[in-house]
């Protein structure tokens, strides 16, 4: 199993990014995904999840109406859509995998939102 992020940076409060994760090693349509994220000093948290066809999403309080989680599982990826960002969203962010009773973890995407 591989997951590799990618689309973080730098942007302005109020600006959007779009993260993606692309999946390996497994039948990717079978399986829900998750995005995490965690901030420096704090614990892991989960963001966002989707199921393994995409028609059941869940979001955290915190990012619900600005963070649009989506798949395309022709190309097996995954999307975090993320608009309207805080200072607050800064974190790095991973996507998981939960498969055969073990998570597998992307090495993560750093998204920083500063003035």
């Known amino acids: 199993v591989q997951l590799v992020e990618s689309g973080g940076g730098l942007v302005h409060p109020g600006g959007s990014l779009r993260l993606s994760c692309a999946a390996s090693g497994f039948t990717f349509s079978t399986y829900g995904m998750s995005w995490y994220r965690q901030a420096p000093g704090k614990e892991r948290e989960l963001v966002a999840t989707?199921?393994?066809?995409?028609?059941?999403?869940n979001y955290v309080d915190s990012v619900k109406g600005r963070f649009t989680i989506s798949r395309d599982n022709a190309k097996n990826i995954v999307y975090l859509q993320m608009n309207s960002l805080k200072p607050e969203d800064t974190a790095v962010y991973y996507c998981?995998?939960?498969?055969?009773?073990?998570?597998?973890w992307g090495q993560g995407t750093q998204v920083t939102v500063s003035s």
């Open positions: 998981k995998v939960k498969r055969t009773s073990r998570n597998y």
């Open positions: 989707i199921t393994s066809h995409g028609a059941g999403t």
